[in-house]
């Protein structure tokens, strides 16, 4: 069972354009929500991240929102250009033992944004 | 800044070879984790290293191993490699707790792509 669950799975925005991905969890327990964006055959890069505590959080172009009532959170690309064109995972963390923080990882969103 | 180094980059075995794969995390993080994706996937975590000390263990076969080492970098061993092996190998670092970091935050390595013919 997929513990967060992420939306869509593939997504094409014209340049300018809003891009919005949508994730979705289960575990109350999670505190910590990371953003990734992966091209092929790279590496993720953490791209923004926000705690439960917080409703939103914009960094650049980039802005996380947060509704922990709803156990919801989304990413949003504002004014997106084909080299935001990546895929973009979403995940949850909780502490465990020590320093550990296991990534529970959405299934990704591939986006492709049109010039 | 320094990243995250993984060799080799790629790899080509044999089934039923045996591959190490190595992690050097960047300099002062103390927290290593594994994970592997496969094709159009999401990664899936194998196993975590705190101060040298397995954390926590994920999907990873009985046919792996992993350890971390006393200048924290980490190596998995892989052996009796299977063709379902092929997949993208990434190693991420985090730092410990302090005033400018949280500890909270995993930062990737280019990854080291296995492939088992």
């Known amino acids: 069972q997929q513990q967060v669950k992420q939306s869509p799975q593939s997504l094409i925005v014209q340049k300018g354009g809003i891009s919005i991905i949508n994730c979705a969890y289960e575990?109350?327990?999670?505190?910590?929500f990371p953003w990734y964006q992966q091209f092929p055959g790279k590496g993720p890069a953490l791209l923004i991240a926000i705690r439960p505590d917080v409703s939103e959080k914009k960094e650049g172009r980039f802005t996380i929102s947060f509704n922990k009532s709803a156990k919801q959170f989304s990413l949003h690309i504002m004014d997106s250009q084909p080299g935001d064109s990546a895929t973009y995972f979403c995940?949850?963390?909780?502490?465990?033992?020590?320093?550990?923080?296991?990534?529970?990882w959405g299934l990704g969103t591939s986006l492709a944004v049109n010039p | 800044a320094a990243g995250v180094i993984q060799s080799p980059r790629h790899l080509i075995k044999e089934k039923r070879e045996t591959a190490t794969l190595k992690c050097y995390p960047i300099p002062r993080h103390d927290t290593v984790y594994w994970y592997q994706q496969g094709p159009g996937q999401d990664p899936q975590f194998l196993i975590s290293?705190?101060?040298?000390?397995?954390?926590d263990k994920g999907s990873i076969p009985d046919r792996f191993s992993a350890q971390q080492f006393s200048d924290y970098h980490s190596e998995l061993n892989m052996s009796s490699l299977e063709l379902g092996d092929s997949a993208l190998y990434f190693c991420?670092?985090?730092?410990?707790?302090?005033?400018?970091?949280?500890?909270?935050?995993?930062?990737f390595g280019p990854g080291t792509r296995l492939t088992v013919l």
């Open positions: 995940a949850a963390t909780l502490q465990s033992a020590g320093n550990n923080r296991k990534l529970i």
């Open positions: 991420a670092s985090s730092p410990r707790p302090s005033g400018g970091a949280s500890g909270d935050e995993q930062f």
């Open positions: 575990n109350t327990a999670f505190d910590y």
């Open positions: 290293f705190y101060e040298k000390m397995q954390s």
